[in-house]
């Protein structure tokens, strides 16, 4: 009865790049892949990581660095053992290490330059729409107010949408703020 259902399993791989790497392109067949894979590439900027404002001599460090294994501007990497020992050297003398969702971008010195004299901000937009300096007609308002009849003084708990409930789904959001279930009536 349920073997109509079983269908043989194809494995889809599917690569999210960052903004440091060349985004490969999906085939225009498979517009729901490639929905998916901008859906998380968009969400890139919540991903926890570290801030990263280059200093001026970055491009001299890293040359330096590369030098003293063996390794000119433009090569690349012979081995990884070479790469794991730049990349080491590099952390250690700059702090700020490559993350593994790129260390397979970094192949040659100028990959590595590149992402090293990359800023790296973690502020959101919303963050820095906060410290925005705004016009006088518009006010963000960070913590919204919600409506509860039993609690809402302004209006002796009267509501302007009668007999229509205020469900609080997130869990975060529970904690925060209490949900109403409103009475219906028989008409």
């Known amino acids: 009865m349920f073997k109509n259902f079983l269908l043989p399993m194809t494995r889809i791989n599917f690569q999210v790049t960052s903004i440091r790497c060349v985004q490969k392109k999906f085939p225009k067949t498979d517009k729901k892949m490639q929905a998916a894979a901008e859906s998380l ?20 460090t890293i040359l330096k660095i590369c030098i003293s ?4 501007e433009d090569s690349e990497f012979e081995s990884l053992d070479v790469k794991f020992k730049v990349l080491k050297e590099c952390f250690t003398e700059t702090g700020y290490s490559v993350p593994n969702s790129l260390l397979h971008s970094i192949e040659t010195v100028d990959n590595l330059l590149e992402f090293y004299e990359t800023p790296v901000d973690v502020h959101t937009p919303f963050d820095a729409l906060k410290k925005m300096e705004l016009p006088k007609n518009l006010h963000i308002q960070e913590d919204y107010v919600r409506f509860h009849p039993d609690k809402d003084t302004l209006f002796n708990g009267v509501s302007a949408y009668p007999r229509n409930s205020t469900i609080v789904t997130g869990l975060k ?15």
Not at 69 to 72: A, D, E, F, H, T
Not at 173 to 187: D, H, I, N, V
């Open 41 to 60: 590439a968009a969400r890139g900027f919540l991903r926890p990581t570290k801030a990263w404002d280059p200093p001026t001599n970055i491009e001299e």
């Open 173 to 187: 959001a529970r904690k925060k703020y209490e949900g109403y279930t409103a009475k219906r009536s028989w008409p």
């Open 69 to 72: 294994n063996g390794l000119k």
